[in-house]
């Protein structure tokens, strides 16, 4: 792109908006755009449209399965997950999402294409045996076969997993193990619910270190009930000491459904009993210079990696550049060709739509361009820069004048600058970067639950 649309910040910064210091209920992390709340039942008929098309030329196919069982329940999980479901309710779930599946695989908009990335989520993927893990997986691949996937994706709870497991895991071609550590202190995990204790992440660690995991990623989350800084600091030191490949970290959130806010509301609280937003942002920051000592990377604005020239997020990676993603289970959200989607959000009703032999979907939306154009640009800028000419080439719109606004003001807030055919984001912006995305959104979609 041309040096002439180069722009600089204003030589006079303006003041930095005034954000929201207490951490109050709601939601504040953008996974996706339009918000979901704009999806709606009437737009099924535009993804059923949606199915019956051949795919876009060169539109990666990737699969995203919810495993919705947990051990417990943690005290801030807003995700579908169930703690009360016995051996015959999960395989009537697995067998499920492998009817559903079917009901996918043969039609158009898979156009002989295979998954280049898969991702078990949850839930608890991990809570699941060897023996069931088996079937889902082989029963996935006869139908969708995985002989051209660049990445497995599998999130697991360390107390979950036996060498047993993990060796199974790895057979079933996971490359991504993500551990979900969240904190190593025991009393911290056990006051918000989390079912392991940290014996167990070491253990865990070690064995699947040892039988070769390609990428083994550790997430934690910064400003849990009743972290303190020295507990904070004592959780970056161990993880630098694990040297897992990437490191995903994530600032607490109190979304309404969580067994938190239920508490908070019982109390008449509007605050909700973790840190701040400030020091939930230090701490971040803390994490990330630390680890840059040890040799990390910061790669977006929750991942630090090890070596940036091996380690990959290809399901982040392809899914922010639009790819289509078949997702399957209950609650999951998907995207297929140029349309979001989202399944039956609760156990039975989806059961019962497999057994009937209907596609589970609940609700959908069919993206304007300019939305399109908003959804890959906000999530794109969490990786820190996004190169402009991709977008110009890809819609046809130059970014520069489509969001001359919000570039405006995340450079007069000393947070962006325009660096040739880049946009990048600084340290400070990267930190609360869903709070500066909001600047992109259309009027209409816009709220005031800034972090």
């Given at each position: 792109?041309?040096?002439?649309?180069?722009?600089?910040?204003?030589?006079?910064l303006l003041?930095k908006?005034?954000?929201?210091?207490?951490?109050?209920?709601?939601?504040?992390?953008?996974?996706?755009?339009?918000?979901?709340?704009?999806?709606?039942?009437?737009?099924?008929?535009?993804?059923?449209?949606?199915?019956?098309?051949?795919?876009?030329?060169?539109?990666?196919?990737?699969?995203?399965?919810?495993?919705?069982?947990?051990?417990?329940?943690?005290?801030?999980?807003?995700?579908?997950?169930?703690?009360?479901?016995?051996?015959?309710?999960?395989?009537?779930?697995?067998?499920?999402?492998?009817?559903?599946?079917?009901?996918?695989?043969?039609?158009?908009?898979?156009?002989?294409?295979?998954?280049?990335?898969?991702?078990?989520?949850?839930?608890?993927?991990?809570?699941?045996?060897?023996?069931?893990?088996?079937?889902?997986?082989?029963?996935?691949?006869?139908?969708?076969?995985?002989?051209?996937?660049?990445?497995?994706?599998?999130?697991?709870?360390?107390?979950?997993?036996?060498?047993?497991?993990?060796?199974?895991?790895?057979?079933?071609?996971?490359?991504?193990?993500?551990?979900?550590?969240?904190?190593?202190?025991?009393?911290?995990?056990?006051?918000?619910?989390?079912?392991?204790?940290?014996?167990?992440?070491?253990?865990?660690?070690?064995?699947?270190?040892?039988?070769?995991?390609?990428?083994?990623?550790?997430?934690?989350?910064?400003?849990?009930?009743?972290?303190t800084?020295?507990?904070?600091?004592?959780?970056?030191?161990?993880?630098?000491?694990?040297?897992?490949?990437?490191?995903?970290?994530?600032?607490?959130?109190?979304?309404?459904?969580?067994?938190?806010?239920?508490?908070?509301?019982?109390?008449?609280?509007?605050?909700?009993?973790?840190?701040?937003?400030?020091t939930?942002?230090?701490?971040?920051?803390?994490?990330?210079?630390?680890?840059?000592?040890?040799?990390?990377?910061?790669?977006?604005?929750?991942?630090?990696?090890?070596?940036?020239?091996?380690?990959?997020?290809?399901?982040?990676?392809?899914?922010?550049?639009?790819?289509?993603?078949?997702?399957l289970?209950?609650?999951?959200?998907?995207?297929?060709?140029?349309?979001?989607?989202?399944?039956?959000?609760?156990?039975?009703?989806?059961?019962?739509?497999?057994?009937?032999?209907?596609?589970?979907?609940y609700?959908?939306?069919?993206?304007?361009?300019?939305?399109?154009?908003?959804?890959?640009?906000?999530?794109?800028?969490?990786?820190?820069?996004?190169?402009l000419?991709?977008?110009?080439?890809?819609?046809?719109?130059?970014?520069?004048?489509?969001?001359?606004?919000?570039?405006?003001t995340?450079?007069?807030?000393?947070?962006?600058?325009?660096?040739?055919?880049?946009?990048?984001?600084?340290?400070?912006?990267?930190?609360?970067?869903?709070?500066?995305?909001?600047?992109?959104?259309?009027?209409?979609?816009?709220?005031?639950?800034?972090?």
């Amino acid at each position: 792109m041309s040096s002439d649309n180069t722009a600089h910040p204003p030589a006079g910064l303006l003041p930095k908006p005034v954000l929201q210091k207490e951490t109050t209920a709601g939601n504040y992390f953008v996974s996706n755009y339009p918000p979901f709340s704009a999806w709606k039942t009437d737009g099924i008929p535009l993804f059923e449209a949606a199915l019956q098309r051949p795919p876009t030329p060169d539109t990666p196919l990737g699969i995203y399965l919810h495993i919705p069982f947990c051990r417990k329940r943690c005290h801030f999980c807003y995700f579908r997950v169930y703690t009360d479901k016995d051996a015959s309710a999960i395989r009537s779930y697995i067998d499920a999402a492998l009817r559903e599946m079917e009901l996918y695989s043969g039609l158009p908009f898979i156009g002989g294409r295979k998954p280049s990335f898969v991702y078990f989520g949850g839930g608890t993927p991990s809570y699941l045996s060897v023996d069931q893990l088996k079937h889902l997986t082989s029963g996935m691949q006869r139908m969708l076969p995985w002989d051209e996937v660049e990445e497995v994706t599998f999130e697991a709870e360390p107390g979950t997993l036996t060498d047993h497991k993990l060796k199974a895991i790895r057979e079933m071609g996971v490359t991504r193990l993500s551990l979900g550590v969240e904190n190593f202190d025991d009393h911290v995990l056990e006051i918000n619910g989390r079912a392991h204790h940290s014996k167990e992440i070491g253990r865990a660690y070690a064995y699947a270190r040892e039988i070769g995991f390609p990428q083994i990623n550790i997430d934690l989350i910064a400003g849990m009930v009743e972290e303190t800084e020295d507990n904070w600091r004592e959780c970056v030191r161990r993880t630098a000491e694990l040297s897992p490949d990437s490191v995903t970290i994530y600032q607490m959130e109190v979304p309404y459904n969580t067994t938190i806010y239920k508490q908070m509301r019982a109390d008449g609280k509007l605050n909700a009993p973790v840190a701040d937003w400030d020091t939930k942002r230090r701490w971040v920051d803390y994490a990330f210079n630390e680890l840059e000592k040890h040799g990390y990377t910061v790669a977006s604005a929750y991942t630090a990696v090890r070596n940036k020239e091996k380690t990959r997020f290809v399901y982040r990676d392809r899914l922010w550049a639009g790819a289509d993603l078949l997702a399957l289970g209950v609650a999951s959200f998907g995207h297929i060709g140029g349309v979001h989607y989202q399944n039956q959000h609760d156990f039975d009703p989806y059961i019962a739509a497999m057994q009937a032999g209907q596609r589970p979907v609940y609700r959908a939306l069919a993206p304007t361009n300019d939305e399109k154009l908003i959804r890959e640009f906000i999530l794109q800028l969490k990786l820190g820069q996004t190169r402009l000419s991709y977008y110009q080439q890809k819609f046809g719109v130059n970014p520069l004048q489509r969001f001359a606004e919000p570039l405006q003001t995340l450079q007069q807030w000393g947070m962006a600058r325009v660096d040739g055919d880049y946009v990048r984001i600084n340290r400070e912006g990267l930190l609360q970067v869903d709070r500066l995305l909001q600047e992109f959104f259309l009027p209409e979609h816009r709220n005031t639950r800034y972090a």
